[in-house]
């Protein structure tokens, strides 16, 4: 610990003597100082200790003295040092006085103790506090290196607690818990997940202190990462501020956490272009070669049921060729991009619930392969959800629509059915993107109906041009075309039935139908053409 006042009273070499303040001598001392200023109080930082023989101050004058005491005080100095047998035989009474009245530790300096001497002894102790706390620093950051290599995140936050007789968390980039130590931490930590989420917003590194004297705690927030924003970040609990030794352990566990949420490029790369050749390989029907070059790493995904989740941005929304992971190897920031966004998201779930997930980035479209069920696929859902609900409110719309983010989830599937799931995720994908639904899941369109899909711009087009003839000859007042159109064909060509419904002679009809397949140039016998005329029909009369 750094010298205090006590310590160089204990000093044997010093010979001081305490003559006010006896209940004040715990206090630390920064600094030793000379001065014989009447006022030297412009030169002070705080926490000296002042080392005077009143050669400018009347120390005789309780009055003088007690303004100059008090000004000490007020600029933090928390010791007087008077050296006797100088100017001064004794130290006066006035002084002594204004000591007491101010609680300012007063030491007596005998003549045989040179200033010097005080000053060479508060820098020795600062300098071997400074070497023990650097040692202990040291010592520290191997423990913690060691921890880190044998027992991971989990056991480097254990001895962190230790060092700093604290508390630690770790949390993930999607600002939840993922480890505490003790295990008491967990339930304070995750009360700081809003302050974690605000560190997150700024560049790292970043960091923030949370709480104070009128709080359970002291907590500082620290950010982990090295791109613009962070991966992870590290909370640090303490009853009060950290020392020198606290806090070269704290900066050596930002140094390891980093290193072991970070991971370096090339790995990252690596990691890409095989989720890449396992993803071309399920798509070629070729799921046993896909498992033989996953092995550990994607293997268990692909023994059971998965989910096959495709997603592009609003500038990837355009056509484009649809080959899977053309661009795999390019890493995604997830500043201002919802892909970025979407892949954090499912790959923190993933890595908290300890299921693998397959991510492979192709630009400016997202192709991941989930276990059904899982984590992953839920925080899918619950991003989508989340866009959704931002672009209902009006204040939000606007940010939520630069966004443009359209999602399609595919139904379960194995690994022969690869290219089936992603087929299907596509067409969930195009859905999505017509109705201007942030997410669509296949299985919602095998159980729904087909005449949604009607409201396409491009089908109305081909409708309106289908029928635009016949609405023109109905506008002349020479028949109704289109409702006998629609009757007959609601019938299932039923003559008598359709008839009936438009209160029409059954020949009538048969005349209409005729004048129909006249004005259109088609064959109501062929199936195609009234299927055709039926959805035409359907799709003029949704609008």
């Known amino acids: 610990m750094p010298p205090t006042l006590a310590s160089l009273v204990h000093h044997s070499a010093l010979k001081l003597t305490v003559r006010a303040g006896e209940d004040r ?36 004058d309780p009055q003088a003295m007690r303004r100059y005491v008090k000004r000490l005080v007020g600029a933090g100095v928390v ?70 290599l044998n027992a991971g995140p989990e056991g480097l936050l254990g001895a962190l607690a230790a060092q700093v007789d604290g508390w630690a968390a770790l949390y993930d980039a999607s600002g939840a818990v993922v480890a505490a130590a003790p295990e008491w931490a967990g339930r304070r930590a995750a009360r700081l997940t809003a302050e974690v989420e605000r560190l997150r917003e700024r560049p790292a590194p970043a960091s923030a202190v949370v709480g104070g004297p009128d709080h359970e705690d002291r907590v500082e927030l620290h950010s982990l990462g090295t791109g613009r924003r962070p991966r992870a970040a ?22 390891l956490l980093t290193l072991t949420t970070e991971r370096s490029r090339s790995l990252h790369a690596a990691e890409q272009r095989l989720g890449t050749a396992v993803l071309r390989m399920l798509l070629a029907g070729e799921p046993d070669h896909a498992r033989a070059v996953a092995g550990d790493l994607y293997g268990g995904l692909l023994d059971a049921p998965f989910r096959m989740i495709v997603a592009e ?40 619930s300890g299921e693998a997930v397959l991510v492979v980035p192709e630009g400016e479209r997202l192709v991941v392969l989930a276990a059904d069920g899982g984590a992953a696929v839920a925080a899918c859902a619950q991003y989508a959800a989340a866009l959704e609900a931002a672009r209902a409110v009006p ?19 194995g690994p022969i059915a690869a290219a089936a799931a992603y087929k299907q995720a596509e067409q969930a994908l195009s859905v999505a993107r017509r109705r201007g639904r942030v997410l669509v899941e296949h299985e919602q369109l095998a159980a729904g109906s087909v005449l949604p899909l009607l409201a396409d711009d491009a089908v109305k087009a081909f409708a309106d041009g289908l029928l635009r003839a016949l609405h023109e000859h109905d506008a002349t007042g020479r028949g109704d075309l289109v409702a006998s159109l629609r ?57």
Do not use: C
């Open 25 to 60: 001598l715990d206090v630390p001392v920064r600094w030793a100082h000379v001065s014989e200023l009447a006022d030297p109080v412009p030169y002070m930082e705080g926490g000296e200790l002042l080392l005077i023989t009143a050669l400018k101050l009347d120390a005789e």
């Open 79 to 148: 010791g007087l040092g008077f050296a006797v047998g100088v100017n001064y035989e004794e130290i006066p009474e006035a002084l002594v006085g204004a000591a007491r009245e101010e609680g300012l530790p007063l030491l007596e300096v005998p003549r045989r103790t040179p200033f010097l001497a005080i000053s060479k002894a508060v820098s020795a102790a600062i300098a071997a506090d400074q070497y023990r706390s650097v040692t202990a620093g040291f010592a520290a950051q191997r423990e913690l290196t060691k921890q880190a």
């Open 234 to 255: 590290l909370a640090v609990g303490t009853a009060a501020a950290l020392g020198t030794a606290e806090r070269y352990a704290v900066h050596s566990a930002i140094a």
């Open 313 to 352: 941005s609003g500038s990837g929304s355009a056509a484009r060729a649809h080959t899977p992971a053309r661009s795999a190897g390019a890493s995604v920031d997830p500043v201002g991009d919802p892909l970025g966004a979407l892949t954090e998201s499912v790959e923190s779930a993933a890595a908290r």
């Open 395 to 413: 204040e939000q719309a606007a940010g939520a629509d630069e966004e443009e983010l359209v999602v399609g989830l595919s139904a379960p599937a």
């Open 487 to 543: 009757a007959w064909l609601s019938r299932h060509g039923q003559w008598d039935a359709a008839a009936a419904d438009l209160g029409v002679h059954r020949h009538t009809l048969r005349y209409r139908m005729r004048r129909v397949e006249e004005i259109l140039g088609r064959s109501l016998d062929d199936p195609d053409v009234r299927m055709e005329l039926w959805l035409a029909l359907k799709a003029t009369s949704a609008e």
